[in-house]
């Protein structure tokens, strides 16, 4: 399938492309700690594949740009290796990728993220982007629409971190990142001040990863396999391309 | 009963205080059209008005202070006298007020947030103080823990601005806020883009509140009551004061 | 009187308001000590009490906007309960109050300020507002223009925080800022480094309130009444409404 | 007389000074039009001059930095030449100084600022670098405390720009800026709204040089002297030392 | 050969490496376009790739972190598909990658430059970073030490961007880089205004890319190989390992 | 000779001025140590100075603005009286520089600077205040095209700081900067990790100025004369003026 993949385009490539592109999907990731069992660009890997995959259906309306391969993991920084950007350094990363572009002709922008830990600060950036460029911008968790197969699949109670939906989805979408010899069960903290703090309860606040898990996962990573990654990345990759095409109002016809 | 309100204390009063005092309340509201049936500081308000019933609850441990009586309400800036922040201005000014407090020997804070266009700066700026000024934060937005309320007296399918909960809120704390001879419910521009951003969608994005309500209401405020926001209001009081009793580890028998 | 009172608006209310309103007055104040007998609130409540009774003056022509209920206090931050910003955050909340206004096509601005360490911040906010948005800003010390009130009540040689002039008029305005039962003489301390310090001195410096006085205090605030209050402010309102008039050309014949 | 000028000494020189310096000057001016009769660089040669004899009369106590040759003149830069900067670079030009200096174990300044514009930043400047270097400020206007002198030669109504005082300071400290043959009194604009904003009105705001003198002075140049001007500037010149030997505690004898 | 390549690591076997790691290579490359026949994303995978063979020849005590993959590129803005990041937004993500390997005991960093774009930039971080985090910083330009190599293969007089030279690396390094049938030589605008403005000339400054060259290359391309690419980077490594094994003092047995 | 020096000038004469310039030469120094010979306004001073002697050969079309006196010498910290700026600060002077001078119909500026360690930012001074404020920005090291001269008459393998060249120049622009008697060969530190990060070495880095020299100079400043001073800055000013008539198209006739 095609996709134009802007990190593999020459200019006179680009230029012919923008005859029909409409909007520009930034992968958003991460560098961070993934417990015993995955490669720490896991998040940045993961959103430049989904990415790919979704500039393959809305080819061709869509170019991919470069990931951005680092972003808000201050929640993992205890853990070795683990690099964090601060929100205002991710806001000028991606306020400076959107001016580039628009210098382009390219007005809309979907910010594909697949880590958590990003979304109040792409919430923040898509407000001051779109104030202060007067562009059209929006912003996803990669595979967070795909409830049914995640309703289906991902039994763990806690779950979302290195567990065995991510596990999952990365068997599928890119391998290598797994030690599949090395899969763990998230090795909870019971009791700690993190579950009063957890999404849904009244109070909300920061703490440290390691607060919630002795091995840096949740949930139950061996549980994880290709298929049901499978699932996930297609039923989230339907729900994303059905739902920019009425954003955007692209002409079907014309997709694949 | 009694409650630490920083803005009618003296400052020999705040230092006696201080003896028990283990964290500070910090009301964060907005000033924002509401609606042809409630005042702009809608939110202001009621921020403040939970922060000292709360205040009353965790006497003598909390302190409110000032209010933080405007937030980042883009979204409404079309509506006359809508006034926002940037969301760096709201970062600056709560790092400058936690700054100052630590200065008097708080080290735990709670900012009390009755906006939800405040969420995503206050997550951010939880983690950005804890890191830069060795401090506790926690957030939470006032009465959103009141699940089994709300599931019950608000039938709305969209709800959450001007609505019948927060009509209902305000008729309970405050209700000069309403102009009970206006009530409207909101008067919705079906299939509109915001259909398709709302929480829970596949896709998120930046959009003016107009394109999805053009009284600024949505649910139907007609349909609020005193009684209601006592039961809401009482509700999430229970739980936050349950909450931060057991996460700042309170001794209970000197509550109240 | 009426008022437009921003805070106690709707949307309706504000639009109709902005077919006569040529300026908005920002009650700009402080959250400070203000000594054994005044609650911290006093600059806040003063600036907001104060912009009202000039927006009743000035109607149909002024909005009063919400309060700014802190500002910079620094030279008070040894205090208990103090809490300051610092200049930069009061300019990134003045400038974008001013934006938000200046798009519901108010054009000019008056700052009207309680509290006199925010008086260099404010004449730099002028400054760079008034480039940057290319609006008309002026501002003002709430009662600093009642000289012939103040000339004739207030006999301290040093006066100006929590002294008989500001306790005056918070009995004329606010009487539950003041502890009555409490009042004291400010317990200066003599020959400190301040008083080389003192405007009019060859040099100026920054030093610390407690520098000064012991207890917060520096005048005699045993010595105020509301009757001095109402004469000073009622003075100052005079001249405020006088000179705004003349500055912003308003049609005499439609005030009151 | 001697003088530790820094800008005319070597390293070594510098390091022995410091045996005896107690606090730094910096000269602080503008760039900015000064009427058909003195030239743009007037405040800053003339800061740095008053620096150079102030630091004579504190010698061996003193050090003068170099000036800081242009400040805020938004007022001034419809006029050709005028050269403005905004007020945070100005702090952060002095932050810069003020934090190498004290890595040479200074940690006393003054300011010593000969151009009203830079005063309410100044302010600023002092509080904020008190705070974040831990340093003691002191900032002056350089001839503003030579009232006495002042009062018995200043004879205009409205004087303090390229005026009769500034022009005799010039004549006696730097006469080369000084168009002898050209000298004019300010071409005043009677009834602008410059004069409701005047220093004591009632009212404070930002204009423009041009809305209130034609020419761009005031006060009447033609009656300055070399004469009136050593008498102000010696009369300022024994305040400020003997304000800054008291406020820094000199021993008396070692001075001169 | 072994490298320790922190994107395909796991926090455990991060922790391990720390035992031996004593510097961190941080690759910092650019997307812009590279005239016909070249990939956008050049200079980010060069680095990256250059970044692992040093880090092999360097192991185990060089950790390679994941690439800067976006520079300084205002220069080919023009070119449809460049994207360029503010030095400031630049500086800020370096800043946070270091604070953060520096959290996990790292203290001394090696920016790893494939864009000249970026020298200034890196300069400017390199003292920064160092005055404000207190750690040991050094650049380098990924093949400008292979100085006998360029001078006997690379004959332009104009080269260094996707010219002879750089295809030849990518050749070697990354041929998919490289579209070779579509090899250009650089279609130079000569006589233009940057002519003036080349290095070693008296006067520098800023100009745009197509002033220069008309399909975005200089040099000739076509005269790139992967022998020649093989030659320049291994003489580059060479230079880079020793130089870097002096300056870090590592014990030479132990490489390899 | 005539010379447009802003600092000289009324704004009457700038006005007039302003019909034939076409662009500012804004002269660019440091205030930082020189060893035991010259004086630490070395940088300033030869800026200015080399400034002058430009708009003498460029009159009427260049104006000189005052001297940026202090600049980017953190190298040079540690040596006593050394005064440096963050090159944030630098580049916040300059752009409220040119920002000022657009604002009186200036298009072109030339940072003449004669500092090394300002140079980096310089660049990208150029490079942001050509996109921000749309103006064409070029910047010369003030005697770095004297090649010629310096050839012949430099002779020390290390050269470029309080050197026989730098002596030279001073001798002739600036012969009060010199100590005559003093004059020293630089004492250099062989075999420090300063020899491993010059320019021209595979690996670049920050490093402090004693790291390289003991007594803060290089080269051999008593091989310094007044003759190849003049040479040296003479050969420089032909390729100045030559290059800038090229490149702002400067009518020849007009010149001198």
């Known amino acids: 399938m095609n996709c134009y993949d802007l990190t593999k385009m020459t200019w006179k490539e680009v230029e012919k492309s923008l005859e029909t592109v409409e909007f520009a999907i930034i992968p958003v990731g991460a560098h961070e700690q993934h417990g015993p069992h995955m490669a720490e660009s896991c998040d940045a890997v993961l959103a430049e594949r989904m990415a790919i995959k979704l500039g393959q259906r809305m080819f061709p309306y869509a170019i991919v740009t470069p990931a ?123 009791g700690g001040r993190w579950e009063r703090l957890r999404p849904g309860k009244a109070v909300q606040g920061f703490y440290f990863y390691e607060e919630m898990t002795v091995n840096g996962c949740i949930g139950d990573g061996r549980k994880g396999s290709r298929e049901i990654g499978e699932q996930i990345v297609e039923e989230a990759l339907d729900h994303l391309a059905d739902e920019l095409s009425e954003l955007l109002d692209l002409k079907e016809e014309l997709l694949y």
């Open 68 to 190: 951005v391969n680092m972003g808000v993991s201050e929640h993992h920084i205890h853990f070795p290796g683990t690099i964090t950007l601060q929100p205002s350094t991710l806001i000028a990363v991606l306020t400076d990728m959107v001016s580039s572009l628009k210098q382009h002709a390219i007005k809309k922008f979907l910010f594909l993220n697949s880590h958590g830990g990003n979304q109040s600060t792409l919430n923040l950036a898509a407000m001051t982007i779109t104030k202060k460029l007067e562009v059209e911008v929006y912003y996803a968790k990669t595979t967070a629409s795909a409830k049914e197969s995640i309703g289906k699949y991902v039994k763990s109670p806690l779950f979302g971190h290195s567990c065995e939906r991510e596990v999952s989805e990365a068997l599928y979408l890119a391998p290598e990142l797994v030690r599949e010899a090395l899969l763990e069960k998230g090795e909870i903290n019971q």
